[in-house]
């Protein structure tokens, strides 16, 4: 697999507390993702980054943000979380190049009360 | 926006019975891979389709990619127990590097 680390794997919050969420990789691959999982929803991009202080925002952004500070590290922050942000989180890595493939992190689960 | 949708959502069929899934994008792609996602697990890169018109096959697995590049399809002769998971496409439009995924396809194998 490749070399790419989410923390936490599991997080339970309450209802309006940040939460901030972790991906770590060790492939020095350009591009990061971030996608949330839900039942029936397939997977839906939250944001992603091109490179070290460059993103862009996916298809469910509201609500969360993202930095990238350093190559190997991605974060995202839910400012305030919601229950609607109950979910399964997976980071991806893709290398530079316009048909490389995506490897994916294990995964966080998230649920806010 | 770009928008890319699987049907059917979930499918249960006995093993060695075939199964297809279908990918339609709302936008042409550049390309089209194709990922499984076991039971508790991560999603992980088959393949990738990038011409028009192109076919690929994986053992028992056959994978298409539309002549307008706005659909796709994988077929799996003779499932197998290990064929369960769920299976999703995924493209990117244009010169966007937003990966977009499909809303994937669970399949079910029955011994």
């Known amino acids: 697999d490749a070399g790419i680390t989410q923390s936490p794997r599991h997080k339970v919050t309450e209802t309006g507390t940040p939460v901030t969420l972790r991906c770590h990789q060790t492939e020095n691959h350009r591009y990061m993702y971030w996608y949330r999982q839900d039942p029936g929803h397939g997977l839906r991009l939250i944001h992603y980054s091109y490179g070290v202080k460059d993103t862009d925002k996916g298809e469910v952004s509201d609500g969360y943000s993202v930095s990238r500070s350093k190559t190997e590290d991605f974060l995202l922050t839910l400012e305030s979380a919601t229950s609607s942000q109950t979910s399964v989180y997976f980071c991806?890595?893709?290398?530079?190049?316009?048909?490389?493939?995506?490897?994916f992190g294990q995964g966080t689960r998230l649920t806010v009360v | 926006g770009q928008q890319v949708m699987q049907i059917p959502q979930y499918q249960h069929v006995q093993e060695g019975e075939d199964f297809t899934t279908y990918c339609n994008s709302s936008t042409t792609l550049s390309n089209i891979q194709w990922y499984k996602q076991r039971p508790g697990g991560h999603p992980v890169f088959l393949i990738q389709?990038?011409?028009?018109?192109e076919v690929k096959k994986q053992k028992r697995l056959t994978f298409q990619f539309g002549e307008a590049k706005k659909n796709s399809s994988l077929h799996i002769t003779a499932t197998q127990t290990t064929d369960v998971g769920t299976y999703f496409c995924a493209g990117r439009g244009g010169a966007t590097n937003k990966l977009i995924f499909g809303t994937g396809t669970l399949l079910a194998v029955q011994p």
């Open positions: 991806a890595i893709r290398p530079t190049g316009d048909n490389t493939e995506a490897f």
């Open positions: 389709l990038v011409k028009s018109g």
